[in-house]
């Protein structure tokens, strides 16, 4: 009933661009603090970007910052991930997640994620 589901992933070469979509049902995101995080080959999962509820704040890893934008839509109960001058070390399982808190602000180190999606693989290869 309640479904995060990721899509947009697939092979791009390096310097190419992806755009990930993360599409909510069964709840509204309107309040909830959205992530976007990755697991690498032989990594442990890792914050990539989030974004807040009230006012849309964001927070970026070190590394993407510059390259991703993330950004929500609440008509369309939805997240996006904006993934430009792709890198050979993102290549990596990205997950969108949600948890409920009705304010500003958020971090990438954000803990008690409640619902999780299935992933999307992206792999970024010459």
């Known amino acids: 009933q309640l479904q995060l589901v990721e899509s947009g992933g697939g092979l791009v070469q390096p310097g190419g661009s992806l755009r990930l979509l993360c599409a909510a049902s069964?709840?509204?995101?309107?309040?909830?603090?959205i992530g976007w995080f990755r697991q690498a080959p032989g990594k442990g999962r890792e914050g990539v970007a989030c974004?807040?509820?009230?006012?849309?704040?964001?927070d970026y890893e070190d590394s993407v910052k510059g390259r991703f934008t993330i950004s929500r839509d609440n008509a369309k109960n939805t997240v996006t991930l904006q993934m430009d001058s792709l890198k050979l070390e993102d290549t990596a399982v990205y997950y969108c997640?949600?948890?409920?808190?009705?304010?500003?602000?958020?971090?990438?180190?954000?803990?008690?994620?409640?619902?999780w999606g299935q992933g999307t693989p992206v792999t970024v290869s010459s």
């Open positions: 069964g709840f509204s995101l309107e309040h909830y603090v």
């Open positions: 997640a949600a948890k409920f808190s009705p304010y500003r602000g958020c971090s990438i180190h954000v803990t008690h994620l409640e619902l």
């Open positions: 974004i807040s509820s009230a006012y849309s704040g964001t």
